[in-house]
Structures are given as structure tokens and as C-alpha cells.
């Protein structure tokens, strides 16, 4: 340990006075493999917590792109065609199947099933189902793995979406994306690790949806925002050339290298290092965000400057298109440039009222600019090692919407019990429909899949067993998938 | 559809990463290893590997070792050792098999036990297998035993000794040949206290003063200064608000404000700074309604279990939320009190701490019958200052209104004759209707308006959600009493109408009415409605609704649809359509889901009863001759009159209003808990903590492992009992676990290290008995936080150095023996404090409702559905104490959590200090330290100094409260130089550089220079590291 502290120091006195000593210093502890349990241990360990590590066996996937469809989109409705529902539309349930269940609006006595004014076509050689709404997804359905069979604990929006994010609907724990890249590290020199991108109306969660819980701060997502400067406090303030600000972090570094020769503490280093990488994410954001160098086929493909035909969006605004598909080109943008998990947010799903015109609107967002991204990936040679994942938090019920208060019978409540999700890339078997429902869409009849499932399967893409990716906190092993998670081989490539 | 679920708490102990937490446990097992051969070397392996299955939930094979008369009693199948023979024993054969008997079993995920491991137990059999009587059970744990005072050590270097802290500490560095580091300089110790205590930069004149005091209690009235100064107070408010995680909002998806919620930040600032006394600190928060005659202010203490989330969100069953909230008040209790994680034994016994799944419910017991409601307490500070003032200006406001009121009642009773003789002169004319002259009519839904040939309109096209009709019209009437409504069925209309929806019926949401001379309506044109009649108005929707001024009821025809309705609305008396022949009707239609009118028909009305709208008793009195009335009579008469006046009500109701407000008592009310005294709940066991699945019914109680709880009656056991339990004497932990924290602010980290863990998972005391003797001191010092911060901060240990030692890297990198002081980052909250000081921008101002400095919008915007605005505070609150900022559990200020503030969702015993590219991005460029830097330009210039270096070393010494050495200057000077030299040619940029902090008479050239170099001295290590 002294010798690493030594080493450090060394390479640190004799580079730093060019203001590159903290970009040679990363580098050595990287070099060093600083991130061994041993290294771990050591007091200088934290200077690039983002450092890659190993994992525990040879991943499939480097980067995730997690497209979270806050709010919840109906499952009934997009991915899981349920012909005996329409057979079924305004007839009651048979009580023994509502007795025990809990509802969030929906009034059970006198509720009936509601049929779906959707299509249903089979796409791709795999012949998978997928709705009207849905065309260009259709035009990727064999990279694609639809699974059916998804189920929660959780009927509330934000509980629901902590489950989705932090394996448990509980508060002050970590989210995929920084259980990830603390496990893992990044890639990326001159970006977070973890980046979180929204579009249109705030998520219930908001900002605990990127927090990361009881792990240190730099693994928790960096907001990347859709106006202004793309991070926060990226831009140096106004009067202030690039110059001078290089010429202060020089100056600075110099004065904090005087300050350590004093007090040899290494986290005066690591402070030098996070200043300079501030610097480099200052000129690495901007041109993250500059789509000038696309080409206008990509931004067609991406339906870039489409504009709603429908109104709806549940009031997040026509800019909504544009914004949505954006955030689908960064996320490929970011993971070429080694972003770990790219989480973007999208929470205008949760139809419980004007389900079709709000379905139109929203699928007809999502759908191009989403497939877009799988083939795009695809086209990179990224698409093995990228993992997409379209999921809500829960689905919607089969049952119509019948609250007080309202005279017609027009959207879905919240439903734990039963929905869909799809996964592409990221050494998943596409072409796959996995899982079913009942007859109505209710509950899964074949190859259940709990969200801890599907996160413990996720970490193994990564070469992670997620029964041994923990952090103790308050003397208890904590991990992603709190006390479930099953890995589902048949979804590995 | 059930799924194997695998607790974590038994799962995955691969320690990635985890740096400090773990090295420091290797590090405390080194500094204080027992014997090979020992039991404490085993125990942890048992706790750690065995419990499981063989501990207190269960014990396969009748095995346990959590008990050492089961333990030596062996399982089913005997003995599992034979003492001094290792290799002959059952458990070395099982933990070294690589069969499928395997100990632990081949399928765990932690794996073998490693060869450590196994060598350790092997030395313990080989060594005689000896357990002692009264280890191996929990309860022999360090933690749950009974203090005892230890007396401080000898040590060899007297001298060094300024208390007893320090024999404890010296004694066990002179043990391992370590020399304590030399006292920190003086300027050092100054920022280090202003820092700890305050949290703030000491001034210059404070540090050049204690510098220069040779007297040899300075440092002791360095410390009494600071501990009295009310910024104290505020200092460790603040650490306490972590742990109460506090917040100004509900948590969950609605967050909804709680303006209230600094009520309670303001009673731990006070109580802070009054030194309230920790047990009494600790009962009044837990228990203050229970206390006997308890005032306003123990109750707003309760609000500490107040500040759990509430969620709002659509369709919650708020039992679950309710029962979420007591789950919340028992962990946060045991971690802040207790050290330990009571949370485990939720859903089952805690596997390593004893604490039962029954005992966990039994605490729950405490909290359930704990109320959420609200109290009343007197106002302070701005508020009551606003109170004062508003009452000041409705006294002097009645004032001048009261007689105004009076002379309106006065002229109106005057006028009551003559109006008696113009209703009796009135012949009682026949009620007609008429037509009129339609000219316009607009929809401002888009709707298509047909007129039809029977001077009716009829609606068609598109049917928006919601309308309003516009209709312009003349009539040659010279008078005119009131109009008529005529909603007539059509064959186009579903239903046949005559409204819009499916089963045509509509709702005429407000009738609103003009008359004016010319084409052109102003709104004192309008003509008051006062009565209305239909022949028929659905339930719930009577025509009068449409002149109620309500736009969500009105007028409705539901079950009586597919034929003609009308409705009659009057004005009182007449419209003098003489004089304005010009009439707007407005149709407002705004119940929504389309209900709007199909088809219709508008008549003006003239004559009718004069009498109309006149309610019986008035029409009684009216009849009786005037001459014979009573004084009751004439006073109903009176009465009525002047209640039709409009503008004598509106001046009555504004005396009331102002009346109430001068009245008003000068209280608000807070958020509380009080304990439910009717319908008070039973608590049960909750099956796996399920609120939906209650088992056994048990009584408030603590756990068994602790002292014996005392209650002040058999009857009935109260949260009281369990606050005067917390702090009895007899109890050992929650003394244990509150002086830790006070240390740990003091120095960076606590006496056991695992700040919310005081149990065997938890690690050890590395000083044990230091930790037991400052116990004892906090009890023999009336349990005074101050006192306890004195006696700490007076130690010669507190005073070291914090230079890091590298000789000692490999021996104690992370010094744990306290062989010197630690440096830290300080808080976020105190990132910004020390910013705004040393610019001169920071406000004095302590306590008060929470404000709201520059933030960006659309951090606002990402809460739920947008639903929150941040309106930025003007003036002072704009630089108010990091503290004071509203905390919003969804969208909270990003410079503070980007600085590791916690997120109030969770009680927060140890924050960390991370060191990332976005802190470093807000030092540099946000708004608030960009406004600092400038501000800190303009107090820099104007300095009287002689030269650049003076000045540039003086600013300097602002942010690091010693003097600068001048090759410490120099690399400024040559950013000012630079920085010069480039503004020379950049005039706009200057101007935009410097923002409105330019000194008069200095050139913004010479500003924009300062504003560039002080940026980059706010950004220095040390300012930002509490050393």
C-alpha cells in the first residue's frame, strides 16, 4: 500500500505541472489494476471509482439502454393480443378472481373486461404479434425477445417504478444503473457512467429513480437535460473564455499540489483528477449532444422531425416526438462513446382515460425512433454488446376504467399481475416470445418472470452473479435483486 | 407463480470495492487481534457462515450456534468436535469436503469457507474448543453489555495528556510504539473548530486575534465563544435533520409541499442552542404529546416522526402507507438510538442481532396508536412580524371602513319607504315573452351554430369537450324583466337531444348577461340574475345553478331528455332596455364530456310578479299595514332590503374579513403526532410485514436483550415508556450510539466505525473503553451536548495534525488509532455557506420558513407531471444558509445532492464525502458560486492594500484563514496578470464578467481579472476541506 501511495505520488509531482497529471494519474491506477479486492482496500482506492473492473464471468453486454415507459403502457393493448377479451368485452369477472385483489381506481362491483381496439399482425420469421401501433418495431421483431409473462409486487406509480429501478419499493437504494456501474466501472474517460435522458412530463419518481441509494454519489445518474446546457453547470460562466478557465485549473491544480506536498493526503489528488475530468466533460457533453455530424439518413431513420399527428401525450406537448427520438440517437451516441447504462425516461403512459388516442400518440412516438436504434446499433456492430429494454412498471387492466366521477369507460387501470416487456441485443436470444398470459391477459399462465428476474438476468448479461454483486449497508448484504432473482437461461443467446 | 426468494441478508459476501468500510474492519482486527485459538476469532465465522441454518430461526440437523449449551450439546448426530483433535473432528471433515455434505452446502453463493477460515477453527479445536460461559449467544455481544465507568489508563507520556480522551488514545499508540502527530498550528485549529462548530470560515481578525492570544485558556475561550455563537446551533441542527430526515415535501409521486415542515427545523436549532439536555432532547421528540401538561413546543418536537413520506398518489390504500410510515419511525428509531438495523426483523427474526420478528412488532406497537394530526403553535420570527403587521393594517383599514358600513346600512334603511310604495305602485303586470333581434352568435369551441327559421339555433359539427356560447342581440323593449331558456328536442341530436351528449343532455354551466347602449360590453354592464324557475332540472342540477357563479353546476335535464325544456332566469327589478337596447348573452358550458346544448331558443321576458323572488315572511310583512307592524316586522323588512344591496355585502364581508384578521391569534398549525385515545388499534405480528395479513396480536414492548423496559403503568404502555427506556441509565446502547455521533462530527468518523451498526455484523469499537468512559461522561454531564463537544474538543487527540502520516500507511492507512486528525470534505450545505462568507453575500438570518435560491427551471419540471414551480427568493433569502434551502424529496436542489446531502427519504446517520467531476463543474460554473467569485472581486478591490500581492493574499487568507506564503500568491498573481491582459481586449466580456459586483471607480476590465482569479481561490482544496 505505501508503495502504490509512493508510485502515485511520484507519477503525480512529475506530470501534474502540465495539468495533465491527474489524466496520467487515472490512467496509472487503471494501468495498475487498482481494482482488485486488495486495491480495493486501499485509502487511494477512490480516486476513479468509475475505473473498470472485472466482472465475474465473461459478459455478453457492455452498455444497457433502459427505455422506461413510466406510467405504464397496456400491455393488452401493444404486445399481448388477447381475442377472447373482445369475445369477452362487458361481461364481469367472475368474483373469485377479483375478491383478493386491490385496485388502484377501479371500482370491482361493478367493472367489466374491455376489449381492445387493436390489431394484431405476426412479424419476422418468428412470426411475433405485435400490435397496429407498432410497425416498425414489427421490422425488428426477430431481434426481438417479447416477454409476456412479467408480473410485480407493486400497484402504485412510484413504488412500482422504485421496484422497476432498485429491485425493492423502498427508498434510499441504488438503481440499476449504479449497481452497474459500481460493479463494473465505465468505460467512457470524459462521461458519466450512467446517464439518465427524459422527454415530456415528469416521472412520479422523479429524481429517485437515479439515485443511487446507499452507494456513493458518483454512481448515481447524471441527468443529461433537453434544453441548455446538457449537464448541469456544464457551461463555464459567461465572461469567462475557455482560456482562463484552463489557465485557472493550472493554477488551481498548482496550488492543490502544493496543499498535498503538505498534507500527502490522496484525496487532494483525487480532487485534481475530478477537476480535470469536469474539464473534459466540458468539451465531451457538447459534442456528445452535437447530432451536426449525422447523417440526414440517420435523422430520418430516427424520425427525428416527425411531429404528432393526434394530440395526447398527457399534456408533455407536441415537442414530445422530437424530444423522445432524440434521446433514442444520444443513447447510441453515449454508448459508442462507452456510457455504461443509458436510462431515458418517458412517463406519459399511464391511461387510464382516452386509452386509444393516447396509445396512438405515445406508440406512435415511441415505435420508429425505437426500432430505429436496434437496427442502428445493429448496423454499428454494437447491437451484441448493447442490451435495449422497453418496460413499464406494471401493466393495465383488462377490466375498463369505471371511477367515480366519470360517466364513460374509456382507459385501463394499474394491473401488477400481468405484463409485457422486450429486451434486444446484449447477447439476448431475439426472436423469442417468451411467457404467456391467460385468456384475458390477466395473469402469467406459462413461465412467469418477477422484475427481480428479469434484473438477476440483466447483471448475469454483464458477467455479474447478482447474488454476489452486494454492498453491505447497516450490516446486511444488500443486492439488486433484494431477496428474489432467478436468472432465465432461455433468454441467453 | 411462487418464486424462490433468497434473503440477502444470508447471500453474496463478496466485498467489491468497498474500500473503506472493509479495510477498516481488517484494520481494527489487526490493531486488536485476540489469540489464535480464541473463541472471539470463531464466533464471527459461526455468525457470518452457520446462523443460517443453524442459528436462532432455524437449526437443521438440531444444530445451533448461536447458543453455547445447544452448541456443545452437539446436533442429531452427536458431537461436531472433539476438543484438541482438529483433525478428528466432524465440523474440520465437513468445511474441508469437497463432497456433496459440504459445510456450508456446495450450492451456497458465498462459496467454501476460505482457508483462513478454516484454520481458524481448526486452531480453536486444536487449542481445546473453549467456549466460555455466556459467548456465543447475542446477547454477550459488546454492545448490549452494561457500561462500566473504565478508568483511564497510564500512559508513559504524561505530558501529552490534556483529559482523559487522550489516555486512551495515547495508551494504546504507545502500545504500538506510535507517537501521537504534533498539535496543529493555531491557525489550523481555529478553522478547524469554526468548521466543526459552525460551519463557517473564521474571519481574519478572529484567526490574527486567537493567534496572538498567548493567554493559556485562549483556546478553551475560543471554544465557549463558538459553542454560544447561535451558528452553532444551526451547525448541529443540521447533523440531527439527517438522522429526522427532515424534508419541506410528502415524498412519493405528488411530493406535495409541507410549509409548515421549518417548524420543526427551528425547535432543533433552538433546542441545539439552549443545550438541551439529550435524554430530555430525545424524549421530547419521541413522546412530547405525552409529557403531562404538555406546551405547544414538546408537541412540535414530536414532529421528528412526522417527517416520514405520505403518499398522496391516485388510488393508494392509505392503511399501507400508514403502517409504510410506523415501519419507517421503528428503523429510524433503532438506527439513531440503538445503532442497530430493527428493520430486518420486518418480515423475520434479524439473523445476526437478537432481535425477534415478535420483539420488531412489538416496537411497532409504540408507534401504532401515534396519530398524524396537526397542533397549534405561536407564531416566530417573520411570520409573526407579517402577523403584526397584517393586523396593524386591518385594525387601521376597519378603521375607515366601519363607518362606511354604517352610513350604507343608514341611506339603505332611509330608502326602504320609497321602495315599499314603488312595489305597491307597481301593477302587477302579466308576464310576457318576446323575441329578439339575434345578430351574432359564436362558439368558442369551434361548434357549428345553425339558425333555424323557428328563431331557434341549433349546434352542430364538431362537439368540444367543453363550450361557451356567445350570442349578441337588440330588442326595442323599453324594459325588460328577465330571459328565457328554451331547449328544444331535434331529430339530430342523440337522443333527440336538446343536448349534445350521446343521450342528449347538457349543462348550462352559467348564464352571464350585458346590456349596454352600444355594440360594445363592458363588465359593468352586467346584468344581475337573482332568480330562476324551470319546468324541470335534473337532480342535483336545478336552473338555479346557472346563476350561482359556480361554472362547474348548473342547469341539467338528465332523465328527461328527447323533449322541450325551459328555464326562466330574472334580474331584479327591471333592465332598462330603453336606454340599452344592446344585449350579450353568455351560455357557459364547461362541465365537460361534451355536455353542451343542441338546440335552443332565447326570449326576453317582461312583466311578471313584481313580488317574485320575495320570500314568504318579507311578503307577510309587506301586507301588514306599515302603521301596524311591530318592530320585528319593519326589522325584517329592513333586513331583506339591505340584503339585496350588493355593495353593502360586499363591505360587510370585507369588516368580516378584516375583523377575523385582526382577531386572528398569532398561531400556526404544524404537522405533529399525537396518540389516538379513541378507537386505539391493536398491533399484530404482519406476516412477512404485510399490513394485509396480521398474525398474532402483541403489546408494546422492547427487546429482551437490553434492559428491562419500565412502564409508568401497567395499563397501558406508551411511547413515553419507550423514550424514558431510550435514555435510562440501565441501557447501555443509546448513550453508546449518541456520543459516536457527536465524535464522528468532531472527527470525521466515529469510535465504531459502522456508524448504523452497532450489532455483530457491525464493526467493533476500535477504543471500547473510550467509548464507554465518554458514556459515562455525556450521563455525568447532564447529558449536555455542549459539555460532551468541550471535553472532546479540549483533548489533546482532537488538536492533532491531520497531516497524512505515510510511515504509517502499512500499519494504520486508515487511523484507526487515531494517531492523528482527520481531513475532510465538508458538507454540502456548508460548500455553499463558506462561499457565500467569504464574498460577504451570506445572510445572518436564523431559522424561519425555507427559501429558494437560483436553481434552473426545469430541475423543478422533472417532479411529477411538472406539478412544482421554484419561485426564487428575493433579497436576503436569496443567501441564506444552505440549511434553509426547501427540500423537495423528488426534485431536490442538485447542488445538493451533487455534494452528498442525503435524500430525507431515509434517516441518515453518515453522510459520505465523495469527490466527483460535478462537484467540481459547481464550484466552477453555477450560479451561486459564480455570483460568490464576483461578489468576493468586489470585496477584494475594496480592500485598502498597497499592492496586487497584498490584496491577492489577503482574499487568500479569507478562504484559508492563515496567512499565504508568497510562493503560495504567485501562481494567482500570474492568473490575475493573464486574466488582465486578456480583459484589456475583451471589454464586453469584462462587463458580462463582473455582473453587477463592480466597485465604483474600478474599470470592469480590472473587476472581470479579480472575478477570474477569486473563482479559481474558492475552489482551492483547503477551503473546501475541514483539516
Keep these: ?493 | 407463480m411462487q418464486r424462490e426468494r433468497r434473503p440477502a441478508c444470508q447471500t453474496g459476501c463478496i466485498r467489491l470495492l468497498v474500500g473503506i468500510l472493509l479495510l477498516s474492519a481488517a484494520g481494527a482486527a489487526r490493531a486488536q487481534d485476540p489469540p489464535e485459538g480464541d473463541f472471539s476469532r470463531v464466533q464471527p465465522i459461526f455468525v457470518e457462515r452457520c446462523y443460517e441454518c443453524h442459528g436462532p430461526d432455524q437449526q437443521e440437523s438440531g444444530l445451533r450456534f448461536d447458543r453455547r449449551d445447544k452448541a456443545l450439546a452437539g446436533g442429531d448426530s452427536g458431537a461436531w468436535f472433539v476438543p484438541g483433535k482438529a483433525a478428528e473432528s466432524e465440523i474440520v471433515r465437513r468445511i474441508t469436503s469437497d463432497d456433496y455434505d459440504r459445510m456450508p452446502p456446495p450450492d451456497d453463493p458465498k462459496g467454501p469457507l476460505s482457508a483462513e477460515q478454516i484454520a481458524t477453527i481448526e486452531a480453536w479445536i486444536d487449542a481445546g474448543a473453549k467456549w466460555p460461559e455466556g459467548k456465543g449467544t447475542l446477547s454477550s455481544h459488546w454492545a448490549f453489555q452494561p457500561i462500566e465507568r473504565p478508568e483511564p489508563p497510564a500512559v508513559k507520556n504524561e505530558s501529552w495528556v490534556r483529559n482523559p480522551i487522550d489516555r486512551f488514545v495515547l495508551s494504546k499508540l504507545e502500545k504500538q510504539g506510535i507517537a501521537p502527530s504534533p498539535e496543529a498550528d493555531r491557525a489550523t485549529l481555529i478553522k478547524r473548530l469554526s468548521y466543526d462548530l459552525l460551519g463557517l470560515p473564521p474571519s481574519v481578525e478572529e484567526v490574527d486575534a486567537f493567534v496572538d492570544d498567548n493567554s493559556p485558556d485562549a483556546y478553551e475561550r475560543l471554544v465557549d465563544r463558538l459553542l454560544d455563537s447561535p451558528r452553532f446551533g444551526e451547525r448541529f441542527a443540521r447533523h440531527w435533520l439527517d438522522k429526522a430526515r427532515y424534508a419541506d415535501s410528502d415524498g412519493y409521486e405528488k411530493d406535495r409541499p409541507r410549509p409548515d415542515a421549518w417548524r420543526y427545523r427551528d425547535w432543533v436549532i433552538s433546542a441545539v442552542n439552549a443545550d438541551m439536555p439529550l435524554d430530555q432532547f430525545t424524549i421530547e421528540q419521541l413522546a412530547g404529546d405525552l409529557l403531562p401538561d404538555a406546551t405547544p413546543m414538546q408537541q412540535l418536537a414530536t414532529a421528528f416522526h412526522r417527517q416520514t413520506l405520505t403518499n398522496t398518489e391516485g388510488g393508494t390504500d392509505q392503511e399501507e402507507f400508514r403502517v409504510a410510515a410506523i415501519f419507517d419511525r421503528v428503523a429510524t428509531t433503532g438506527t439513531v438510538w440503538l445503532g442497530l438495523t430493527v428493520g430486518c426483523a420486518q418480515c423475520h427474526s434479524h439473523k445476526y442481532d437478537p432481535i425477534a420478528h415478535r420483539e420488531y412488532y412489538q416496537l411497532f406497537a409504540f408507534y401504532n396508536n401515534g396519530d398524524e394530526t396537526t397542533t397549534d403553535v405561536p407564531l416566530v420570527g417573520d411570520p409573526l412580524i407579517k402577523w403584526q403587521r397584517d393586523k396593524r393594517a386591518a385594525e387601521r383599514k376597519l378603521a375607515d371602513l366601519a363607518p362606511k358600513l354604517e352610513k350604507r346600512r343608514a341611506e339603505l334603511a332611509a330608502e326602504v319607504p320609497a321602495w315599499e310604495a314603488e312595489l305597491k305602485a307597481a301593477e302587477s303586470e302579466p308576464l310576457a315573452e318576446h323575441p329578439i333581434e339575434l345578430v351574432d352568435a359564436k362558439s368558442s369551441g369551434g361548434a357549428e351554430i345553425k339558425r333555424l327559421s323557428d328563431g331557434s339555433y341549433l349546434i352542430a359539427g364538431k362537439n368540444p369537450d367543453k363550450d361557451k356560447l356567445t350570442i349578441t342581440a337588440r330588442t326595442d323593449l323599453p324594459k325588460v324583466s328577465g330571459f328565457r331558456i328554451e331547449t328544444l328536442a331535434h331529430d339530430s341530436l342523440g337522443g333527440k337531444g336538446p343536448g349534445r351528449t350521446g343521450h342528449g343532455n347538457f349543462v348550462l354551466g352559467e348564464l352571464r348577461v350585458f346590456a349596454a347602449a352600444e355594440q360594445k360590453f363592458k363588465p359593468e354592464d352586467r346584468v344581475v340574475l337573482k332568480t330562476a324557475e324551470a319546468d324541470y332540472g335534473q337532480d342535483g342540477f336545478p336552473p338555479e345553478k346557472a346563476i350561482d357563479g359556480d361554472e362547474k353546476t348548473g342547469w341539467a335535464v338528465g332523465g328527461q331528455t328527447g323533449r322541450d325544456h325551459h328555464a326562466q332566469f330574472f334580474a331584479t327589478g327591471h333592465i332598462d332596455t330603453k336606454k340599452a337596447p344592446w344585449l350579450q348573452l353568455v351560455l357557459s358550458q364547461n362541465y365537460g364530456g361534451g355536455h353542451t346544448l343542441g338546440r335552443f331558443r332565447i326570449m326576453a321576458l317582461t312583466g311578471g310578479d313584481p313580488l317574485r323572488g320575495i320570500p314568504q315572511n318579507v311578503r307577510d310583512v309587506l301586507a301588514v299595514a306599515a302603521d301596524k307592524r311591530d318592530a320585528r316586522q319593519q326589522q325584517t323588512l329592513v333586513d331583506y332590503y339591505l340584503g339585496r344591496d350588493e355593495q353593502l355585502a360586499k363591505l360587510a364581508d370585507e369588516v368580516k374579513q378584516l375583523k377575523d384578521r385582526a382577531s386572528a391569534e398569532p398561531v400556526m398549525q404544524v404537522r405533529v403526532i399525537s396518540q389516538r385515545e379513541k378507537d386505539r388499534r391493536t398491533s399484530h405480528i404482519l406476516d412477512r410485514g404485510d399490513f394485509l395479513s396480521p398474525a398474532e396480536e402483541v403489546q408494546p414492548g422492547t427487546p429482551a436483550v437490553l434492559s428491562p423496559l419500565e412502564p409508568r403503568s401497567t395499563e397501558r404502555t406508551d411511547r413515553l415508556d419507550l423514550a424514558h427506556w431510550l435514555v435510562d441509565p440501565a441501557n447501555p446502547l443509546p448513550r453508546r450510539v449518541l456520543v459516536n455521533q457527536i465524535w464522528s462530527h468532531l472527527f470525521g468518523r466515529g469510535i465504531v466505525r459502522t456508524m448504523n451498526d452497532f450489532g455483530v455484523r457491525g464493526e467493533p469499537p476500535t477504543h471500547p473503553q473510550l467509548l464507554d468512559w465518554l458514556a459515562c461522561e455525556l450521563a455525568a454531564r447532564s447529558w449536555s451536548r455542549k459539555q460532551l463537544i468541550r471535553l472532546i474538543v479540549g483533548s489533546a487527540t482532537y488538536r492533532q495534525s491531520s497531516a497524512v502520516r505515510e510511515e504509517l500507511a502499512e500499519v494504520d492507512p486508515l487511523n484507526n488509532l487515531f494517531y492523528r486528525q482527520n481531513r475532510f470534505r465538508i458538507e454540502g450545505e456548508i460548500v455553499r455557506d463558506l462561499a457565500l462568507e467569504v464574498s460577504g453575500l451570506l445572510s445572518d438570518k436564523i431559522g424561519g420558513p425555507s427559501v429558494f435560491p437560483p436553481m434552473p427551471a426545469d430541475v423543478a419540471a422533472l417532479s411529477y407531471a411538472g406539478n412544482f414551480k421554484w419561485k426564487e427568493s428575493e433579497g436576503e433569502d436569496r443567501y441564506r444558509r444552505g440549511m434553509y434551502t426547501f427540500f423537495k424529496r423528488t426534485a431536490p436542489h442538485p447542488n445538493l445532492l451533487t455534494f452528498d446531502c442525503p435524500d430525507a427519504n431515509t434517516t441518515c446517520v453518515e453522510r459520505r464525502a465523495s469527490n466527483t467531476p460535478l462537484q467540481a463543474l459547481t464550484m466552477l460554473n453555477n450560479e451561486t458560486f459564480v455570483e460568490a467569485s464576483q461578489a468576493m472581486a468586489h470585496r477584494a478591490l475594496e480592500l485598502p492594500a498597497a499592492d496586487d500581492h497584498q490584496r491577492l493574499a489577503r482574499a487568500m487568507q479569507w478562504c484559508i484563514a492563515r496567512t499565504p506564503g508568497a510562493k503560495e500568491v504567485a501562481p494567482f498573481a500570474e492568473l490575475l496578470s493573464e486574466s488582465r491582459q486578456y480583459y484589456a481586449q475583451h471589454a464586453d466580456e469584462a462587463k458580462t464578467a463582473v455582473g453587477a459586483y463592480r466597485p465604483d471607480g474600478v474599470p470592469a476590465e480590472e473587476a472581470a481579472a479579480w472575478v477570474a482569479t477569486m473563482r479559481m481561490m474558492m475552489n482551492l482544496d483547503e477551503f473546501l476541506t475541514r483539516e
Excluded at chain 1, 12 to 19: K, P, Q, V
Excluded at chain 1, 131 to 155: E, N
Excluded at chain 1, 213 to 240: A, D, H, M, W
Excluded at chain 1, 445 to 469: E, S, Y
Aim: hydrophobic share 40%; net charge negative.
Design chain 1, 1 to 493: 500500500m505505501h508503495k502504490l501511495i509512493e508510485q502515485n505520488r511520484r507519477e503525480f509531482l512529475t506530470t501534474a505541472a502540465s495539468g495533465l497529471g491527474a489524466v496520467a494519474l487515472a490512467g496509472a491506477m487503471e494501468a495498475d489494476g487498482l481494482l482488485t479486492s486488495t486495491a480495493a482496500a486501499s485509502p487511494v482506492g477512490d480516486i476513479n471509482p468509475l475505473a473498470i473492473k472485472p466482472p465475474h464471468f465473461a459478459p455478453k453486454a457492455k452498455s444497457c439502454i433502459f427505455i422506461f415507459m413510466a406510467g405504464a403502457p397496456s400491455h393488452i393493448d401493444l404486445f399481448d393480443p388477447k381475442p377472447k377479451l373482445n369475445e369477452l368485452h362487458g361481461q364481469k369477472l367472475p368474483e373469485s378472481m377479483v375478491k383478493n385483489v386491490r385496485f388502484a381506481f377501479l371500482k370491482k362491483d361493478t367493472a367489466t373486461l374491455m376489449g381492445s381496439k387493436r390489431t394484431f399482425t405476426p412479424y419476422g420469421e418468428c412470426g411475433m404479434e405485435l400490435c397496429d401501433l407498432l410497425p416498425h418495431l414489427g421490422s425488428v421483431a426477430d431481434d426481438l425477445l417479447l416477454v409476456r409473462g412479467m408480473h410485480t409486487d407493486q400497484f402504485n406509480h412510484h413504488p412500482g417504478q422504485l421496484l422497476m429501478q432498485c429491485g425493492r419499493a423502498a427508498f434510499g437504494l441504488p438503481c440499476m444503473g449504479s449497481w452497474l456501474t459500481y460493479g463494473l466501472g465505465s468505460e467512457s474517460k470524459n462521461l458519466p457512467g450512467y446517464v439518465v435522458l427524459t422527454a415530456g412530463r415528469g416521472s412520479s419518481g422523479g429524481a429517485t429513480l437515479w439515485q443511487s441509494g446507499f452507494l456513493p454519489s458518483v454512481y448515481s445518474g447524471v441527468l443529461f437535460r433537453n434544453q441548455g446546457e446538457p449537464v448541469l453547470n456544464l457551461k463555464t460562466p459567461e465572461g469567462i473564455p475557455q482560456a482562463l478557465q484552463r489557465k485557472g485549473l493550472d493554477v488551481l491544480g498548482r496550488a492543490n499540489q502544493a496543499r498535498f506536498e503538505e498534507m500527502h493526503d490522496p484525496e487532494i489528488a483525487s480532487r485534481i483528477a475530478s477537476y480535470e475530468l469536469a474539464f473534459r466533460m466540458q468539451a465531451a457533453a457538447p459534442e456528445l449532444i452535437d447530432l451536426s455530424n449525422e447523417t440526414q439518413a440517420t435523422v430520418d431513420a430516427y424520425g427525428l422531425e416527425r411531429k404528432p399527428e393526434s394530440k395526447g401525450g398527457r399534456g408533455g406537448g407536441p415537442d414530445q416526438y422530437r424530444a423522445f427520438a432524440n434521446n433514442c440517437l444520444l443513447a447510441r451516441r453515449m454508448v459508442e462513446r462507452g456510457v455504461r447504462f443509458v436510462n431515458i425516461i418517458h412517463a406519459s403512459w399511464d391511461h387510464h382515460s382516452n386509452l386509444d388516442t393516447e396509445l396512438e400518440f405515445n406508440a406512435g412516438m415511441a415505435d420508429q425512433p425505437v426500432a430505429a436504434l436496434i437496427k442502428d446499433l445493429k448496423q454499428r456492430g454494437l447491437l451484441d454488446e448493447t442490451l435495449v429494454v422497453w418496460a413499464g412498471e406494471f401493466g393495465r387492466t383488462p377490466l375498463g376504467e369505471n371511477r367515480d366521477g366519470r360517466d364513460m369507460v374509456t382507459g385501463r387501470d394499474h394491473h401488477p399481475f400481468g405484463f409485457s416487456i422486450f429486451l434486444a441485443g446484449g447477447g439476448i436470444k431475439g426472436g423469442q416470445v417468451y411467457g404467456e398470459t391467460d385468456e384475458i391477459g390477466w395473469a402469467p399462465v406459462k413461465d412467469p418472470v418477477h422484475i427481480n428476474d428479469f434484473q438477476a438476468t440483466l447483471l448475469h448479461l454483464f458477467g455479474m452473479d447478482h447474488l454476489r454483486l452486494t454492498h453491505r449497508f447497516q450490516g446486511r448484504d444488500f443486492r439488486l435483486t433484494d431477496v428474489g432473482g432467478n436468472v432465465i437461461d432461455a433468454w441467453l443467446a
